[in-house]
């Protein structure tokens, strides 16, 4: 039989049990847009967790010590002098930044709404030092930090208790700490220090909400990247140790830590999502070759009479065998194509749709053009696995048993 009469026959018998052939199609297309699916949001976790912890991972906390030394003075305040030495003396190719920060959990209100937010004093550069955003209004200026302006910006946590979840509204309004009032003048994007944050700058932190005026809570260094911090580490608990006469490391009066060690972990978790992810999509895959084989038996018992005709008439086995391979394979191939079309378009869809609904930073799905090959690859494996016994049992029948049948 040449292929295109073997190609012939097999389309003509689809298309006399069309729903049959579509119901079996249908889970060969659930597991190809799986796989192409998969790859897509893989990379957008990927990428989200990248954006999410790769600025948390490069940051190094200095705060002051809790517990005094045994025998000796209460740990020493941290000063602008040690910000000071920590400027002047860290290694540029090590560190790329130094924030001083004050700041502390304090109750903000909005007439009778009433949330306690994590106020943070900081210097004009710390949204570009944590990579966050104001989604609404501007950052504080220069003029405003020299000036000790009583302007905040707020996370979206916040936002959502005090101006039920309206940045507009938010925006040139008046919050209370205290007895004091601070006009709104941005709201901040949901980033990695984002959520309940309130930010305003140290100077009218120091002035109005927590005093202290030459001490701060904590110091922040940003490491040049993740694999540097060990090194920036070092050499911020070197600088420290001079500033404050530490000859003991075990008598030191602050604490040098660094995420990195908390965070990195995670990549862990993501690593067994995607596998898990895998292996829905195997077992979905398996479902689709099962079906499919018992689509192409069930073909098989039910055209008997007709193989055995054939078979009486001079037909080989190695073409009725082909025309069963080719029913099997060109199912499978169509539920891959109808696949590949399926989970390109919801890849597509996602990714022109999630910028309205997610934060700033939030990694799009990408079309992953090996994960379209593997997929159709893996259409044709099965339509080959699964038609082979069905096809060798057909090829296999004896004329006589057949046209008696």
């Known amino acids: 039989m040449q292929f295109k009469e073997a190609l012939f026959i097999a389309l003509h018998c689809?298309?006399?049990?069309?729903?049959?052939?579509?119901?079996?199609?249908?889970?060969?297309?659930?597991?190809?847009?799986?796989?192409?699916?998969?790859?897509?949001?893989?990379?957008?976790?990927?990428?989200?967790?990248?954006?999410?912890?790769?600025?948390?991972?490069?940051?190094?906390?200095?705060?002051?010590?809790?517990?005094?030394?045994?025998?000796?003075?209460?740990?020493?305040?941290?000063?602008?002098?040690?910000?000071?030495?920590?400027?002047?003396?860290?290694?540029?190719?090590l560190v790329t930044g130094i924030m001083p920060i004050v700041g502390g959990v304090v109750?903000?209100?909005?007439?009778?709404?009433?949330?306690?937010?994590?106020?943070?004093?900081?210097?004009?550069?710390?949204?570009?030092?944590?990579?966050?955003?104001?989604?609404?209004?501007?950052?504080?200026?220069?003029?405003?930090?020299?000036?000790?302006?009583?302007?905040?910006?707020?996370?979206?946590?916040?936002?959502?208790?005090?101006?039920?979840?309206?940045?507009?509204?938010?925006?040139?309004?008046?919050v209370k700490i205290g007895v004091a009032s601070f006009r709104v003048i941005g709201t901040l994007s949901l980033g990695p220090q984002g959520g309940n944050t309130a930010l305003m700058p140290m100077t009218t932190a120091r002035s109005y909400l927590f005093g202290g005026m030459h001490t701060v809570s904590s110091i922040v260094v940003m490491a040049a990247s993740v694999d540097k911090v060990p090194a920036a580490l070092k050499q911020a608990e070197s600088i420290l140790d001079q500033q404050h006469f530490i000859k003991d490391p075990s008598q030191r009066d602050f604490n040098v830590t660094s995420a990195a060690y908390k965070t990195i972990p995670t990549g862990g978790l993501l690593s067994l999502l995607v596998w898990f992810g895998s292996g829905v999509i195997g077992i979905a895959l398996l479902i689709g070759a099962l079906g499919?084989?018992?689509?192409?038996?069930?073909?098989?018992?039910?055209?008997?009479?007709?193989?055995?005709?054939?078979?009486?008439?001079?037909?080989?086995?190695?073409?009725?065998?082909?025309?069963?391979?080719?029913?099997?394979?060109?199912?499978?191939?169509?539920?891959?194509?109808?696949?590949?079309?399926?989970?390109?378009?919801?890849?597509?869809?996602?990714?022109?749709?999630?910028?309205?609904?997610?934060?700033?930073?939030?990694?799009?799905?990408?079309?992953?053009?090996?994960?379209v090959i593997l997929g159709f690859g893996l259409s044709l494996v099965i339509g080959l696995t699964a038609g082979c016994y069905p096809a060798i049992r057909a090829s296999r029948l004896h004329p006589w048993d057949a046209i008696r049948h």
């Open 107 to 174: 109750p903000m209100r909005n007439g009778s709404d009433v949330y306690r937010a994590n106020v943070t004093g900081a210097t004009t550069n710390y949204l570009q030092m944590f990579d966050m955003r104001v989604t609404a209004g501007s950052e504080f200026s220069k003029e405003q930090y020299q000036s000790s302006a009583r302007v905040i910006l707020i996370g979206p946590a916040i936002v959502s208790t005090l101006f039920n979840g309206d940045n507009d509204a938010a925006v040139n309004s008046n």
């Open 292 to 371: 499919l084989a018992n689509i192409m038996l069930i073909a098989v018992t039910e055209r008997t009479n007709e193989i055995g005709i054939r078979r009486a008439v001079g037909a080989r086995r190695s073409e009725i065998l082909r025309q069963f391979l080719f029913e099997s394979i060109i199912l499978a191939a169509s539920g891959g194509v109808i696949g590949i079309i399926c989970g390109v378009g919801a890849t597509l869809t996602a990714r022109s749709l999630l910028p309205r609904y997610t934060p700033p930073g939030f990694a799009l799905p990408e079309v992953s053009i090996p994960a």
């Open 14 to 93: 689809m298309r006399k049990s069309q729903l049959r052939c579509i119901l079996t199609v249908s889970g060969i297309v659930v597991s190809v847009s799986l796989v192409i699916i998969l790859a897509g949001a893989s990379r957008s976790l990927s990428g989200t967790y990248v954006y999410t912890f790769d600025t948390i991972n490069e940051s190094i906390s200095i705060t002051k010590a809790v517990a005094s030394t045994p025998g000796g003075n209460g740990p020493r305040s941290l000063r602008d002098t040690d910000v000071e030495a920590l400027n002047r003396e860290c290694d540029p190719s």
